[in-house]
């Protein structure tokens, strides 16, 4: 009887095990695109490269901080988020190329807090002779990171970048022009 009962009991727990949908295994690498382990700089700066193409601009500096983010009540697991503050000054032809660039910003797959935009307004054209001015933009955004998971560190997003160019003379050189090499 013994046997019995135990197999009934076998057979219960199979027929609940069965029941129950299955969990997916699933990596964490689509997380990570959104808040990634490292702070992965290299990434934002070919992303804040791309966004200068696209639109147009000229970004002339690019400027990192980093710390903790603070939070008032921070919800369990989150007490070690660490934010990624990134400074811009770009140059722009027209408000259109402006609105291109932040448009090419949000499209990033990344957690981010846009902090500040500031642009000044080129005076206007009231002679021929003038040309209009560029516009420029100061834009700084937050991104987040989560040093502390480091068992998940092998799953992260990879950054591919582009190999050096192998220059001797950083410098734009011209061929009819003495380059000094």
């Not at 935009?117 to 002779?129: A, C, D, G, L, N």
């Amino acid at each position: 009887t013994t046997l019995t009962t135990d197999r009934q009991v076998l057979f219960a727990l199979e027929q609940q095990l069965a029941d129950q949908p299955e969990i997916p295994i699933v990596s964490s690498l689509e997380l990570q695109k959104k808040v990634p382990i490292d702070p992965l700089t290299e990434l934002i700066i070919l992303q804040i490269e791309k966004a200068e193409v696209v639109s147009d601009s000229l970004v002339q500096s690019i400027g990192f901080s980093e710390g903790p983010f603070v939070i008032e009540a921070p919800p369990e697991g989150v007490e070690t988020l660490q934010q990624l503050l990134v400074n811009l000054s770009i140059e722009t032809s027209s408000y259109a190329t402006l609105e291109a660039f932040i448009d090419e910003i949000e499209k990033l797959d990344r957690i981010l807090i846009v902090d500040n935009i500031s642009f000044s307004s080129p005076k206007e054209v009231t002679t021929e002779e003038l040309e209009p001015a560029k516009l420029q933009l100061s834009l700084s955004f937050t991104a987040f990171y989560r040093p502390d998971l480091l068992e998940l560190i092998d799953e992260g997003p990879k950054v591919d970048t582009p190999a050096p160019a192998d220059k001797s003379n950083p410098l734009p050189s011209n061929e009819i022009i003495d380059d000094g090499e």
